[in-house]
C-alpha cells in the first residue's frame, strides 16, 4: 500500500509540476519580487542538510521536520527512555535553541563549512531557506546561522508545503521565479518530486566533523550560474525523476 500512495504522489506531482511549468507567474507568489531575475535562487533545507540537531544529550531531533509540537514532545522522550548504550559521540554543538514545545534545549550543529558556503553562495544567488519543519523552529536556526539577517533572503516553512500523503513536498513554482533559475539543495529528494529537475541530493548530515559535501555544492553553483536552464545539466548529472519513478515501480513490483 506504501509503494502505491508513493507511486500516486510522484505521478500526481509530476503531472502537476509539467502543468505548473507552462504557467509564466503562480497565482501568489512566496518570494517578493528578485531584485535580478537573471541570478540563480537558491533553495536550502534545514534539518540533516545545513545542520544537525539533538535533545536529551545526544538522541535525535529529526522530528523537528515532524507534525507539530505534540509529536516533538512525544519524540523527544521517546529518545530519551531508549537512548542505546555506547551510541556514538557526536562533537560539541555549536548553538543551543529553546523552544517553547521542549523541556531541554536542542543542540544545533553546523554542516562543516557552512559560513563560508552561505557566504560565497550568496554573492552569486539569492539564498531561500526552505524547509518542512515548522516556522518557530526554522527562524530560531535562521537566526544563528545568519543573525544580521545579510545572507538569507526570506525563509519559508511546512505552510509553504503541500501535503500530499503525509509527504511534505516543496513546490517551486510559487517562489514566483523562473524555474529554469531555481536550485533545490536538499538530503531527502523526494521532497522535491515536484520538480525533481531542479534539484541537487545530498548526503545526510548526521554531524560528522569530517563532512565535504557543501565545498562539492558550492563548486556545483559556480558551473551553474550562467546556465540558461539549470535543469538540463541537473538532469544529466542526477537524473532523479526516473530515480524516483524507479523507486516506485521497485516498490509496486514487491507489494505486487
Known amino acids: 500500500m506504501r509503494g502505491r500512495a508513493i507511486g500516486r504522489v510522484v505521478r500526481d506531482g509530476l503531472s502537476r509540476a509539467s ?12 518570494l ?7 541570478r540563480l535562487t537558491l533553495c536550502l ?29 512525544e519524540s523527544a522522550a521517546y529518545d530519551a527512555r531508549h537512548r542505546r548504550q555506547g551510541a556514538r559521540l557526536l562533537p560539541p554543538h555549536d548553538f543551543e535553541l529553546e523552544l517553547p514545545y521542549l523541556e531541554d534545549p536542542v543542540q544545533l550543529r ?8 552561505l557566504l560565497e553562495a550568496s554573492k552569486m544567488c ?11 523552529y526554522a527562524e530560531e536556526c535562521v537566526s544563528v546561522l545568519d543573525p544580521e539577517r545579510s545572507l538569507f533572503s526570506d525563509v519559508l516553512s511546512r505552510q509553504h508545503c503541500v501535503l ?19 536550485v533545490c539543495v536538499d538530503d531527502h529528494v523526494g521532497s522535491c518530486m ?10 545526510p548530515f548526521l554531524g560528522s566533523p569530517d563532512d565535504q559535501e557543501l565545498p562539492h555544492v558550492l563548486a556545483l553553483l559556480h558551473r551553474l550560474r550562467h546556465a540558461d536552464d539549470v535543469r538540463e545539466p541537473l538532469r544529466g548529472m542526477y ?11 521497485s516498490a509496486r513490483e514487491k507489494m505486487d
Do not use: I, W
Open 194 to 203: 515536484l520538480h525533481a529537475d531542479n534539484a541537487v541530493p545530498v548526503h
Open 239 to 249: 537524473n532523479l525523476q526516473e530515480s524516483l519513478l524507479g523507486r516506485v515501480r
Open 32 to 38: 517578493k519580487p528578485a531584485a535580478d531575475p537573471s
Open 110 to 117: 553546523k554542516r562543516p563549512n557552512l559560513d563560508d558556503f
Open 19 to 30: 502543468r505548473r511549468f507552462s504557467s509564466s507567474q503562480p497565482a501568489y507568489p512566496y
Open 126 to 136: 539569492e539564498l531561500v531557506l526552505f524547509t518542512s519543519a515548522a516556522k518557530t
Open 45 to 73: 533545507d534545514l534539518d540533516e542538510c545545513l545542520v544537525y540537531c539533538t535533545v536529551a544529550e545526544g538522541s535525535n531531533a529529526s522530528f523537528m521536520e515532524s507534525h507539530g509540537a505534540e509529536m516533538a514532545r
Open 164 to 182: 500530499m500523503d503525509s509527504l511534505y513536498l516543496k513546490d517551486l513554482s510559487q517562489l514566483g521565479r523562473p524555474l529554469e533559475k531555481v
